[in-house]
T-cell receptor, first 112, second 110 residues
Framework: DAMVIQNPRYQVTQFGKPVTLSCSQT?????MYWYQQKSSQAPKLLFH???????NEADTPDNFQSRRPNTSFCFLDIRSPGLGDAAMYLC???????????FGPGTRLTVT | KNEVEQSPQNLTAQEGEFITINCSYS?????LHWLQQHPGGGIVSLFM???GKKKHGRLIATINIQEKHSSLHITASHPRDSAVYIC????????????FGGGTRLMVKP
């Protein structure tokens, strides 16, 4: 089945140790999104890609970077994770325009 | 004031009850989404609406564009419906990005 896949589902990293989360999709959607969701809060958009065009939200910390090497894959890099970065990270995809977003299962990041 | 408001924030129901969750928004939108998130889980899209009403199984979603209001109804609720239900709008003022409501935490007791 076409879907949005996130790996790993659970990630533990140490304070300050770089970590990469991955997302892949088989939907051939040209828009990919990364959201951060902290406990009991709504998802917060970090950035999104229209094809290869990268769009950073104004309040996304510089500590967060993203790469999209091709249509199918997108990566979230956290250069120096702090305790406050512990959260669920959700990847989503959509076709360009006012179309439905398809979410992955999320990666829960713990920072020790 | 948040651009997307949901009510109630928390809802407990008995199995079999009819449930309504409300969403009001204050921005121009191109579409409204109802999403479901189980504890510790990812998000599943239930509906995307731009007008009228949609039905899928026991779930019904309606939207009134003039009143800037949408409702999600669950008929014959079941414990497996227990989840957080999130209203999100495609915000014309935000490049069509999603603006999320705060979610409604539903618990259905057997």
């Amino acid at each position: 089945d076409a879907m949005v896949i996130q790996n790993p589902r659970y990630q533990v990293t140490q304070f300050g140790k770089p970590v990469t989360l991955s997302c892949s999709q088989t939907l051939n959607h040209n828009v990919m999104y990364w959201y951060q969701q902290k406990s009991s809060q709504a998802p917060k958009l970090l950035f999104h890609y229209y094809d290869k065009d990268f769009n950073n939200e104004a309040d996304t910390p510089d500590n967060f970077q993203s790469r999209r090497p091709n249509t199918s894959f997108c990566f979230l890099d956290i250069r120096s994770p702090g305790l406050g970065d512990a959260a669920m990270y959700l990847c989503a995809t959509s076709r360009r325009g006012a179309y439905e977003q398809y979410f992955g299962p999320g990666t829960r990041l713990t920072v020790t | 004031k948040n651009e997307v408001e949901q009510s109630p924030q928390n809802l407990t129901a008995q199995e079999g009850e009819f449930i309504t969750i409300n969403c009001s928004y204050s921005v121009g939108i191109s579409a409204l989404h109802w999403l479901q998130q189980h504890p510790g889980g990812g998000i599943v899209s239930l509906f995307m609406l731009s007008s009228g009403k949609k039905k899928h199984g026991r779930l019904i979603a309606t939207i009134n564009i003039q009143e800037k209001h949408s409702s999600l109804h669950i008929t014959a609720s079941h414990p497996r419906d227990s989840a957080v239900y999130i209203c999100a709008v495609r915000n014309n003022n935000a490049g069509n990005m999603l603006t999320f409501g705060g979610g409604t935490r539903l618990m259905v007791k057997p």
